[in-house]
């Protein structure tokens, strides 16, 4: 074949399942590199019939990149991509074909026998992003320089997150979009009662998508730890952005909210405040994490507690021209965002994080090692709303069942009903009076309860050893908690 001039440096196939991900990152990260990407939904010519699109896509552009899931598997067009684009380079000598594994799925033998770029949960996106760009030709001097590393952000408090995080793609597409190109709010308050996962949702993307590159100073601040007061807050983030240099303690609260403000002008920083609710006066309280949210809030309750909070958040949704973000975790959302009428401050953008998508609730409790049909485990999953802490407990203790363990059976004896809720709750009240201090900061931590919780509840959430069976009934005369 003659060495061809192409028109375009890759053809992306993949399945339209995948678009979130493929047209909201893939596409935006090669074609920031400089390449040159065809891809359907705007390059194919309106009208013309598909199939010669795709014919075009493939001979026009130097390589095929196929995104491996099993969406794309299920898909005959994107089969039949990348089989024209094996025909033109049948032993994939000129590399023409990069599979790239978006999400573990069972490839077809002619795909299986290439190598493939991994970009599953838990690979590392750096070295993947790395090795895709060279495989597109993209030579390494014209990288970016790789050096600021998440080593350099500032994790106040890393969430202790429990094994088999799944789902939540079009979450992080999302937070993807509002950090990357959504200039016009600076801050984004998401918001859900507890144990719908926003701290896990926040920490997985944090980790997983948010590029050092682009964001080299990170600050992770949890509510819930020790003292992690905003005025403490406030003073470890001013020392840590300014490299030392402004000492919270030698300058009015006010001018320190200014100076972190006058510094979010800049671009590359990223605040994540997770655990806001624990700032505001309804859950300012010690017993906040086991506190319920059924409560109704009158509307003070949703004021700051520090009024630097308050004025933070006015500065960060109000001033021109910020180029850094705030992201709040919480569970209700303060007053102060809100403007007059049902609307908000114009640079605060709100979101309501919600249930789980029962697919991925399948899939987690399968990661769990619990055994059963799809539709088995959504019947066991639905009457817990999907809300990610009870189907994380749900699966734990179906896993522990001492008769049945591991069998979705198990759910049946593991009722919902609302005089066993009122029980659970007793039992909570009465387990967490009797924690030490030590144990009441571990459930603060976690920080997760929506309501009634039972004993066994604490027993699967406890790091193993913090909690044993004589925490049960010992009433400890710990330090005065009020109901
Ligand atoms: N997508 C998910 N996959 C698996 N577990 C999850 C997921 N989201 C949340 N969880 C689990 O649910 C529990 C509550 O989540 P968390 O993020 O702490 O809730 P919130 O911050 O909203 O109160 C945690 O144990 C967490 O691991
Ligand atoms: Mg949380």
């Given amino acids: 074949m003659m060495q061809a001039e192409y028109e375009f440096d890759v053809f992306i196939s993949y399945s339209s399942k995948d678009k979130e991900w493929v ?6 990260r090669i074609e920031r590199a400089g390449l040159k990407a065809f891809i359907d939904y705007r390059d194919f010519r309106p009208g013309a019939p598909s199939i010669k699109e795709c014919e075009r896509g493939v001979e026009q552009c130097r390589k095929t990149l196929i995104v491996l899931t099993p969406n794309y598997l299920k898909s005959g067009w994107a089969e039949l991509e990348n089989i024209m684009a094996q025909t033109l380079d049948p032993a994939n000598e000129s590399l023409r074909l990069i599979p790239l594994l ?10 299986g026998a290439l190598t493939h770029i991994d970009f599953t949960d838990g690979a590392d996106l750096d070295l993947a992003w790395r090795q895709l760009l060279a495989a597109l030709g993209k030579r390494a001097v014209s990288e970016p320089p790789k050096e600021p590393r998440r080593e350099r ?3 106040a408090h890393p969430y202790p997150m429990p094994p088999h995080f799944t789902g939540r793609v079009a979450e992080r597409a999302m937070l993807n979009r509002w950090l990357e190109s959504d200039a016009g709010h600076p801050l984004l308050s998401l918001c859900a009662l507890g144990g719908f996962g926003k701290s896990a949702l926040v920490w997985h993307w944090l980790t997983h998508d948010v590029q050092p590159g682009d964001w080299p100073c990170i600050v992770w601040w949890s509510f819930y730890e020790g003292d ?4 403490r807050f406030l003073a470890e983030a001013l020392d840590y952005l300014s490299g030392g240099k402004i000492d ?4 009015s609260g006010k001018a320190a909210v200014r100076e972190l403000v006058q510094m979010l002008h800049e671009p590359g920083t990223l605040l994540v405040l997770d655990g806001f609710e624990r700032v505001l006066r309804a859950f300012g309280g010690l017993n906040a994490a086991y506190q319920g ?3 109704k809030h009158e509307n003070q309750d949703r004021d700051c507690i520090s009024p630097l909070a308050e004025f933070f958040l006015r500065g960060v949704a109000t001033l021109p021209d910020l180029r850094s973000k705030v992201l709040l975790a919480t569970r209700l959302r303060p007053r102060v965002l809100e403007a007059k009428g049902d609307r908000l401050l114009v640079g605060c953008r709100d979101v309501e994080l919600e249930q789980m998508d029962p697919a991925d609730a399948v899939a987690f409790f399968r990661a769990q090692g619990v055994r ?31 008769q049945h363990p591991g069998d979705i059976a198990a759910a049946e004896s593991l009722d919902v009903s609302s005089d066993l809720v009122q029980r659970q709750h007793h039992v909570l009240l009465a387990a967490y009076d009797s924690l030490d201090l030590s144990r009441q900061a571990l459930l603060g931590r976690i920080a997760c309860f929506r309501g009634p919780v039972g004993y066994e509840t604490l027993k699967a959430l406890a790091v193993p050893g913090t909690l044993s069976p004589d925490d049960r009934g010992g009433a400890s005369g710990q330090e005065g908690k009020s109901k």
């Fill in 153 to 155: 952000w500032f994790l």
């Fill in 23 to 28: 047209r909201g990152e893939l596409l935006k």
């Fill in 228 to 231: 992690s007061s905003f005025d």
């Fill in 372 to 402: 059963g049909t799809h539709t088995e485990i959504e019947a066991a999953c639905e009457p817990y709303g999907y809300h990610p802490l009870s189907l994380r407990l749900l699966a734990g203790l179906i896993v522990s069942d001492l």
């Fill in 293 to 295: 949210d059924e409560a």
């Fill in 102 to 111: 978006k999400a573990r799925c069972e490839k077809p033998l002619r795909i």
């Fill in 248 to 251: 919270a303690t030698e300058i």
